[in-house]
């Protein structure tokens, strides 16, 4: 089911330009964004030089650079890919495991980044490597996706990367990611329905019950830091200067911003009091500065761009374009889902970067990777189909 | 070639999900930004807002004729501001220079990262306002308040001091603390979180209110002229202490409060050279304190003593009440008496003699007092003693007032009866004394006596008022006291108070410092004028005397030589109308 086109049949193919557009503006409103929060911290901080602009600089290069790389890659034929697979599977988990290297990199206290010359995190590198494995093996299982073997190895493939993510650069929310997003692309493939709901609905419960067991203990002794966290999340009034601190500057962040925001640079919270500001929290900055009118615009385009996937996706030339697609889809959709859901409270504070907006150079790069690859799947459709 | 139809429902499935989820999101960032906007918003201002509290100006505290007493000076405190400092050397040579500190220290303070550092308080408003011209950024100059005390010691034990928050520490600073004091304004200023101040968001503030100026009734020429005698009769009696109190037996108004030797008000930290020697070079903090304390005291008003003679103004005046004794009535004075078992002795060892009881008034004679008490008997006596209001405080507006040392009714047998006659067993505050014996020769009004006069209120004076209980003494009584007393400056005991020109009344008194038998007395003396309706009453007592010790030579001389100054003085002031 390859598929090559010759150069002058790309004439008569489709391009996503409203895509491209909304990728473009998203990194552009981005890196505005990043500005504004980082400037005022950036420029008193020896961390960054005292250069307001550090940030701002550092992701821009990276978004130039990710924007070349997303070119190139929509350039070609994204079957090229699928010999890579099991590649960059494999170096997906020595990347991880050479975090534990003198390679390693810590951040913030967080031991999750690589040095190779530029700082690198191995975590957003596998999750483009998982799309691209998954992708492959379940065209290549063709229909063994049916039976019950080959339902489990999809869903436990990404097991030993996820468990690797979370215990070697103690990351779980990239791990939940990546294992979320083997789910989502199995959702897919598999013609099953019931197995996702009893899942799904079997998570929800576990989850709980954990939330309605960790209320019941009374001593804070006996509780892990992820307790702690839940415990916070239910009420973060109640520890306002440790476990609940982020989340509540979240908070008032989000609050303070009203309908129409502060106004572009007029927040407060970035001032210091919101940690991770330019980063994991920068929708609440968003929200600060922009108000829910700003807020709502930036969650309507995520819409439209994960509703162009859709598109993309069915209308994509074969299977293994398709489930490349609805990885991205995935990818993206559980970022976006997952950092809002903390920002606002609505689930116990992790650490999840919004993409094309937060700050992260790798992450830029190889959401514009995935880009590349959706737009080199849109060129497969052929017009005349659509 | 399409895929398959089951694919794309699952697609199409999936991303509704996703699509639902954000809506559910956006939901709740609606109930957060519309809902709970208020809320957070509050909560997130009271992060951003800094308080600074913005002293008030302390009220002053003047004299009954508005001379100031206690003032205010403006000062300043100079702090640097880390990372608005441009030109570090040179903020650090001219700080070190123009507060005379060393350049180390100055660096010190300049390069530590921190939002604000204070370099110097209390600093001279000139050297804030040369160091505010230089210009070099980074230097903060706030200007406060400092209390001044414009005449150091004058009435230092009276006024009190403030402590570092302008708070009073003792006297009248902490008695009228609540009016001095004013409200604090605060100044709302937005800050970042490391509690920088951000420029452009402005700050709102709330000005202070001033404290109130605080009129007293004390009289400064009286204060003045009274603390110069009394320091002259510390120096040529080589006393321990002097007391003299000035006050309006009319209306318990205290025109002066002396007790030498005072202390400076501006440095009321600092001890006196002989006080520091004695407790070393390196005292306890508690040996420290209690010196301090000492210093402080007001022996007018913190401390009892043994009133001795002039307390025979009591007992004349309830015997005289209670008509158990006539003025005419004739006594004997062999020069002892004999009480119980006891022999107790006239100053006069050869006795008076036969005498009436106005002469035993102006011979002090301590049989003829036994006697009265012994007439009025423990019960009709502690009744008089709780009558004139001895055995209460006086209410006085000052902190501190001691208690009057009585004994229990069911233990005074007729020795204690005998010795609390004539003024010994028991102790009572000088404050005490004269405000007793100003009800006794006033008429009978028992006034609170005070130093608070009033605050102006639309540029009038608003008095406070005391309470004033009266009736305590017939009018008859209280006139014949007057008399009586005059007489015994006239021709008694208390002729050295004589003043040209006036008619002064008085009671000598020479008691002995506890324990008995130490060599130690107090010497005093208790004087009033006119006669008729009196004006002034002075009280003088000498702590330790050397040399000759009896009141009328070392207490009355101080009165006179008051009375002459003052009396004029006072005519010509017409307090009282």
Same mark, same amino acid.
């Given at each position: 089911?390859?598929?090559?086109?010759?150069?002058?049949?790309?004439?008569?193919?489709?391009?996503?330009?409203?895509?491209?557009?909304?990728?473009?503006?998203?990194?552009?409103?981005?890196?505005?964004? #990043?500005?504004?929060?980082?400037?005022?911290?950036?420029?008193?901080?020896?961390?960054?030089?005292?250069?307001?602009?550090?940030?701002?600089?550092?992701?821009?290069?990276?978004?130039?650079?990710?924007?070349?790389?997303?070119?190139?890659?929509?350039? #070609?034929?994204?079957?090229?890919?699928?010999?890579?697979?099991?590649?960059?599977?494999?170096?997906?988990?020595?990347?991880?495991?050479?975090?534990?290297?003198?390679?390693?990199?810590?951040?913030?206290?967080?031991?999750?980044?690589?040095? !190779?010359?530029?700082?690198?995190?191995?975590?957003?590198?596998?999750?483009?490597?998982?799309?691209?494995?998954?992708?492959?093996?379940?065209?290549?299982?063709? =229909?063994?996706?049916?039976? $019950? $073997?080959?339902?489990?190895?999809?869903?436990?493939?990404?097991?030993?990367?996820?468990?690797?993510?979370?215990?070697?650069?103690?990351?779980?929310?990239?791990?939940?990611?990546?294992?979320? @997003?083997?789910?989502?692309? !199995?959702?897919?493939?598999?013609?099953?329905?019931?197995?996702?709901?009893?899942?799904?609905?079997?998570?929800?419960?576990?989850?709980?019950?954990?939330?309605?067991?960790?209320?019941?203990?009374?001593?804070?002794?006996?509780?892990?830091?992820?307790?702690?966290? @839940?415990?916070?999340?239910?009420?973060?009034?109640?520890?306002?200067?440790?476990?609940?601190?982020?989340?509540?500057?979240?908070?008032?962040?989000?609050?303070?911003?009203?309908?129409?925001?502060?106004?572009?640079?007029?927040?407060?919270?970035?001032?210091?009091?919101?940690?991770?500001?330019?980063? +994991?929290?920068?929708?609440?900055?968003?929200?600060?500065?922009?108000?829910?009118?700003?807020?709502?615009?930036?969650?309507?385009?995520?819409?439209?761009?994960?509703?162009?996937?859709?598109?993309?996706?069915?209308?994509?030339?074969?299977?293994?374009?398709?489930?490349?697609?609805?990885?991205?889809?995935?990818?993206?959709?559980?970022?976006?889902?997952?950092? #809002?859901?903390?920002?606002?409270?609505?689930?116990?504070?992790?650490?999840?970067?919004?993409?094309?907006?937060?700050?992260?150079? %790798?992450?830029?790069?190889?959401?514009?990777?995935?880009?590349?690859?959706?737009?080199?799947?849109?060129?497969?459709?052929?017009?005349?189909?659509? | 070639?399409?895929?398959?139809?089951?694919?794309?429902?699952?697609?199409?499935?999936?991303?509704?999900?996703?699509?639902?989820?954000?809506?559910?999101?956006?939901?709740?960032?609606?109930?957060?930004?519309?809902?709970?906007?208020?809320?957070?918003?509050?909560?997130?201002?009271?992060?951003?807002?800094?308080?600074? %509290?913005?002293?008030?100006?302390?009220?002053?505290?003047?004299?009954?004729?508005?001379?100031?007493?206690?003032?205010?000076?403006?000062?300043?405190? #100079?702090?640097?501001?880390?990372?608005?400092?441009?030109?570090?050397?040179?903020?650090?040579?001219?700080?070190?220079?123009?507060?005379?500190?060393?350049?180390? *220290?100055?660096?010190?303070?300049?390069?530590?990262?921190?939002?604000?550092?204070?370099?110097?308080?209390?600093?001279?408003?000139?050297?804030?306002?040369?160091?505010?011209?230089?210009?070099?950024?980074?230097?903060?100059?706030?200007?406060?308040?400092?209390?001044?005390?414009?005449?150091?010691?004058?009435?230092?034990?009276?006024?009190?001091?403030?402590?570092?928050?302008? *708070?009073?520490?003792?006297?009248?600073?902490?008695?009228?603390?609540?009016?001095?004091?004013?409200?604090?304004?605060?100044?709302?200023?937005?800050?970042?979180?490391?509690?920088?101040?951000?420029?452009?968001?402005?700050?709102?503030?709330?000005?202070?209110?001033?404290?109130? +100026?605080?009129?007293? /009734? !004390?009289?400064?020429?009286?204060?003045?002229?009274?603390?110069?005698?009394?320091?002259?009769?510390?120096?040529?009696?080589?006393?321990?202490?002097?007391?003299?109190?000035?006050?309006?037996?009319?209306?318990?108004?205290?025109?002066?409060?002396?007790?030498?030797?005072?202390?400076?008000?501006?440095?009321?930290?600092?001890?006196?050279?002989?006080?520091?020697?004695?407790?070393?070079?390196?005292?306890?903090?508690?040996?420290?304190?209690?010196?301090?304390?000492?210093?402080?005291?007001?022996?007018?008003?913190?401390? /009892?003593?043994?009133?001795?003679?002039?307390?025979? @103004?009591?007992?004349?005046?309830?015997?005289?009440?209670?008509?158990?004794?006539?003025?005419?009535?004739?006594?004997?004075?062999?020069?002892?008496?004999?009480?119980?078992?006891?022999?107790?002795?006239?100053? =006069?060892?050869?006795?008076?003699?036969?005498?009436?009881?106005?002469?035993?008034?102006?011979?002090?004679?301590?049989?003829?007092?036994?006697?009265?008490? *012994?007439?009025?008997?423990?019960?009709?006596?502690?009744?008089?003693?709780?009558?004139?209001?001895?055995?209460?405080?006086?209410?006085? +507006?000052?902190?501190?007032?001691?208690?009057?040392?009585?004994?229990?009714?069911?233990?005074?047998?007729?020795?204690?009866?005998?010795?609390?006659?004539?003024?010994?067993?028991?102790?009572?505050?000088?404050?005490?004394?004269?405000?007793?014996?100003?009800?006794?020769?006033?008429?009978?009004?028992?006034?609170?006596?005070?130093?608070?006069?009033?605050? !102006?209120?639309?540029?009038?004076?608003?008095?406070?008022?005391?309470?004033?209980?009266?009736?305590?003494?017939?009018?008859?009584?209280?006139?014949?006291?007057?008399?009586?007393? /005059? *007489?015994?400056?006239?021709?008694?005991?208390?002729?050295?108070?004589?003043?040209?020109?006036?008619?002064?009344?008085? $009671?000598?008194? /020479?008691?002995?410092?506890?324990?008995?038998?130490?060599?130690?007395?107090?010497?005093?003396?208790?004087?009033?004028?006119?006669?008729?309706?009196?004006?002034?009453?002075?009280?003088?007592?000498?702590?330790?005397?050397?040399?000759?010790?009896?009141?009328?030579?070392?207490?009355?001389?101080?009165?006179?030589?008051?009375?002459?100054?003052?009396?004029?003085?006072?005519?010509?002031?017409?307090?009282?109308?």
């Amino acid at each position: 089911m390859k598929l090559n086109l010759k150069r002058r049949e790309y004439a008569n193919t489709y391009f996503d330009y409203s895509l491209l557009f909304m990728i473009f503006f998203l990194i552009g409103f981005g890196l505005i964004m #990043i500005y504004s929060a980082s400037a005022y911290d950036a420029a008193i901080s020896s961390n960054s030089n005292n250069d307001p602009a550090f940030y701002l600089k550092k992701q821009a290069a990276a978004a130039i650079l990710g924007i070349v790389v997303m070119l190139v890659v929509s350039r #070609i034929d994204y079957h090229f890919w699928e010999r890579f697979a099991v590649i960059g599977y494999v170096v997906s988990v020595i990347l991880i495991g050479l975090v534990l290297s003198p390679l390693g990199m810590e951040i913030n206290g967080a031991r999750r980044w690589l040095n !190779l010359g530029i700082s690198v995190q191995p975590a957003e590198i596998a999750k483009l490597a998982m799309v691209l494995f998954l992708a492959t093996l379940i065209c290549h299982m063709k =229909k063994g996706i049916r039976t $019950k $073997k080959g339902f489990w190895l999809v869903l436990l493939s990404p097991a030993p990367i996820c468990v690797m993510v979370w215990k070697i650069t103690n990351n779980l929310s990239s791990a939940i990611i990546i294992f979320g @997003i083997a789910v989502l692309m !199995l959702f897919v493939a598999s013609p099953e329905y019931k197995i996702f709901f009893l899942m799904g609905g079997g998570v929800a419960a576990l989850a709980g019950i954990v939330v309605l067991a960790i209320t019941k203990i009374d001593s804070l002794a006996k509780l892990g830091f992820r307790s702690a966290r @839940i415990l916070a999340w239910l009420n973060p009034e109640s520890d306002p200067a440790n476990k609940g601190f982020q989340t509540l500057q979240s908070l008032y962040a989000i609050g303070s911003g009203g309908i129409f925001g502060k106004g572009l640079g007029q927040s407060m919270q970035k001032l210091g009091f919101l940690p991770e500001e330019q980063n +994991d929290m920068i929708f609440s900055i968003i929200c600060e500065e922009l108000g829910l009118v700003g807020a709502a615009f930036v969650m309507l385009m995520f819409i439209i761009i994960l509703w162009r996937f859709m598109v993309i996706a069915n209308n994509a030339p074969d299977l293994f374009g398709a489930l490349l697609v609805v990885g991205v889809l995935g990818h993206i959709a559980i970022q976006v889902i997952l950092n #809002i859901a903390v920002v606002t409270n609505t689930i116990p504070n992790t650490g999840i970067s919004l993409p094309f907006i937060s700050y992260g150079g %790798t992450s830029v790069l190889f959401l514009m990777i995935e880009i590349g690859l959706v737009l080199s799947v849109g060129r497969g459709i052929k017009l005349r189909r659509l | 070639m399409k895929i398959q139809t089951v694919y794309r429902k699952k697609i199409f499935l999936l991303t509704l999900v996703c699509i639902f989820a954000l809506l559910v999101l956006w939901i709740r960032v609606v109930y957060l930004m519309v809902w709970k906007s208020q809320y957070y918003s509050g909560k997130a201002e009271d992060l951003h807002q800094r308080e600074r %509290t913005i002293a008030a100006k302390r009220g002053r505290i003047l004299d009954r004729n508005g001379v100031v007493l206690a003032d205010n000076q403006t000062v300043c405190t #100079i702090s640097v501001i880390h990372n608005q400092i441009k030109e570090p050397e040179k903020v650090i040579s001219l700080l070190s220079k123009e507060l005379q500190l060393p350049i180390d *220290q100055v660096r010190k303070r300049v390069e530590k990262v921190s939002s604000i550092e204070k370099v110097k308080g209390n600093v001279p408003e000139e050297i804030g306002k040369r160091i505010k011209a230089s210009g070099l950024s980074g230097i903060k100059v706030d200007e406060g308040y400092k209390r001044y005390y414009p005449y150091g010691e004058l009435a230092s034990k009276v006024l009190g001091f403030t402590g570092g928050d302008y *708070q009073g520490i003792i006297g009248l600073e902490v008695k009228y603390d609540s009016i001095l004091a004013g409200t604090p304004g605060v100044l709302y200023t937005t800050t970042d979180a490391r509690g920088v101040e951000l420029e452009n968001y402005g700050e709102s503030r709330k000005e202070p209110v001033s404290g109130q +100026d605080l009129y007293t /009734t !004390l009289d400064y020429n009286i204060q003045m002229y009274a603390t110069q005698l009394a320091k002259q009769a510390m120096e040529s009696k080589q006393a321990a202490q002097v007391a003299i109190l000035v006050m309006n037996p009319q209306n318990g108004e205290i025109y002066a409060c002396v007790d030498v030797p005072e202390f400076d008000c501006n440095a009321p930290f600092t001890l006196p050279e002989s006080v520091q020697a004695s407790i070393g070079e390196n005292p306890s903090e508690k040996s420290r304190q209690n010196a301090l304390n000492a210093m402080w005291r007001n022996h007018c008003i913190n401390d /009892t003593y043994e009133p001795g003679s002039t307390f025979k @103004i009591i007992t004349a005046a309830a015997g005289l009440e209670e008509g158990v004794v006539q003025v005419s009535d004739t006594f004997s004075c062999p020069g002892f008496i004999i009480v119980g078992d006891r022999k107790i002795r006239c100053h =006069k060892i050869q006795g008076h003699g036969i005498e009436t009881f106005a002469q035993g008034i102006q011979n002090s004679c301590n049989p003829v007092f036994i006697t009265v008490g *012994q007439r009025l008997g423990v019960d009709k006596y502690y009744t008089y003693f709780e009558k004139y209001r001895l055995k209460e405080k006086t209410g006085i +507006d000052l902190p501190g007032e001691a208690s009057t040392i009585m004994h229990k009714k069911e233990a005074m047998g007729p020795v204690e009866l005998a010795t609390v006659s004539f003024g010994q067993s028991f102790q009572i505050t000088p404050i005490q004394l004269a405000t007793t014996v100003s009800s006794i020769i006033n008429g009978g009004k028992r006034n609170v006596p005070h130093l608070g006069l009033g605050v !102006l209120e639309e540029e009038k004076l608003k008095r406070f008022s005391f309470p004033c209980k009266s009736n305590i003494l017939s009018p008859e009584v209280s006139h014949l006291m007057g008399e009586l007393l /005059t *007489q015994v400056v006239e021709q008694g005991g208390g002729i050295n108070a004589k003043v040209e020109g006036y008619t002064v009344g008085g $009671k000598t008194a /020479t008691s002995q410092m506890l324990p008995r038998g130490s060599g130690k007395y107090i010497s005093s003396f208790l004087g009033f004028s006119p006669t008729e309706n009196p004006q002034v009453m002075a009280l003088a007592i000498v702590y330790e005397p050397k040399g000759i010790y009896y009141g009328s030579q070392v207490a009355a001389p101080i009165v006179r030589q008051l009375f002459e100054n003052i009396l004029p003085y006072l005519d010509r002031m017409c307090y009282n109308k």
